[in-house]
């Protein structure tokens, strides 16, 4: 037994990860998985620019990336029509919101969220003594205006939405999320998490020049980028509140390689435009083989579908269990009622095909278990 002595906050945290990784469950059943299909990683794969830019800063490996991620910021300022001063760049959105929530959180303080939202923005609020609100959704969507009453019935100072949804897939428009933003008490802070932006349809997100007091809007090159290993996220919104992040954030985080690859997928937005239709080609797919099945989908704006199992969360997790038995990576929401589908990741021909001829027979062993 150790003598170490650790913060009260520590003992009180579970001994968990917002993620079991698909390495993780392989080493666990010996063998790879056939189909990689539940991470909403962009399996099509990042620009051929971005590559051979990769693959040509790796002989500078042994320099230390730019710590203000100046080349890279100010790139994305041109595409955004802000001010570099406006965007912080980051260890992916999950490294941001970390920083956010050391920011932002103190020992027991609300935080408003939906429940069965992306669990690792919960597991950082928790990670700094933060009380969760959890807010059930409303048909498959993050309830607008159940969030807003929870944030004036707690005073939260920071709530969380993500648009698109994950893991549902769903969406508000952007005329829903700017009312909401008008509503919102200016003393609490949006964490609108816009990571699989890339992937809606035109009128979703506000114009991104629009800059609001209390409202930060994140992003990433993992999802409509095709680049998820890279590690690449980032956040904008006004300076005042970008500046705070120099306070905290680790300065030599973001790594030379990523940060060059990073300017040269952001350069190349025509391979962008091919992902989208791979990634609506695929969800296509993904909906017949429901339908073949006698299962309906979730419309979805995210490069992932979740198929509704047509009961309850006990079927879904059986059928996801026999999925991952027979080699195919999938994930399912962890909260009732969403818990009733399973998430699969957009992904190639071969993969969708595989999926549709396992997907049968993980079906009948569930009802034979349930």
């Known amino acids: 037994m150790t003598k170490i002595r650790f913060t009260p906050l520590l003992d009180d945290l579970p001994a968990t990860v917002p993620f079991v990784g698909p390495e993780t469950q392989e080493r666990q059943r010996g063998a ?3 189909a990689r299909l539940g991470a909403n990683e962009n399996i099509f794969g990042p620009s051929p620019k971005a590559i051979r830019a990769m693959q040509e800063a790796t002989s500078e490996i042994w320099k230390y990336g730019d710590p203000t991620s100046f080349d890279l910021r100010n790139a994305l300022a041109d595409h ?15 490294g941001l919101l970390g920083y956010l929530a050391r920011m932002m959180v103190q020992q027991g303080d609300p935080v408003v969220t939906s429940d069965g939202a992306y669990p690792t923005f919960n597991y950082h609020i928790v990670g700094y003594g933060g009380v969760l609100h959890k807010v059930p959704y409303r048909e498959d969507h993050e309830d607008l205006e159940g969030l807003l009453a929870c944030v004036e019935h707690t005073g939260a100072r920071l709530v969380y939405l993500a648009n698109p949804d994950n893991p549902m897939g769903t969406i508000h428009d952007a005329q829903a999320i700017e009312a909401f933003i008008e509503r919102l008490p200016k003393t609490c802070l949006l964490a609108l998490d816009e990571a ?3 992937f809606a349809p035109d009128g979703i997100a506000p114009n991104s020049k629009m800059l609001f007091d209390n409202v930060i809007r994140f992003r990433t090159f993992s999802k409509g980028y095709g680049m998820a290993g890279a590690r690449v996220g980032y956040a904008f919104g006004p300076g005042a509140l970008i500046s705070q992040f120099e306070k905290i954030r680790n300065h030599f985080g973001m790594n030379r390689v990523a940060q060059i690859g990073a300017i040269a997928a952001l350069s190349d937005q025509q391979w962008v435009s091919h992902l989208r239709d791979e990634v609506s080609e695929a969800r296509a797919r993904i909906g017949e ?7 309906s989908i979730i419309a979805s704006a995210t490069n992932f579908v979740s198929i509704d199992c047509g009961r309850d969360g006990g079927f879904a997790k059986a059928v996801l269990a026999n999925l991952v038995r027979e080699g195919i990576f999938v994930r ?21 095909d595989l999926f549709a001829k396992i997907l049968p027979k993980a079906l009948d062993a569930a009802r034979l278990e349930n």
């Open 196 to 198: 699989y932006i890339e």
């Open 80 to 94: 955004l029509g802000l001010a570099a001063e406006n965007i912080v760049v980051g260890e992916g959105i999950d």
């Open 289 to 295: 083989i429901a339908t073949q099945n006698g299962l």
């Open 332 to 352: 399912m929401p962890f909260v009732a009622p969403q818990d009733r589908c399973i998430r699969v990741s957009a992904g190639p021909k071969a993969d969708l």
């Open 32 to 34: 790879e998985f056939a």
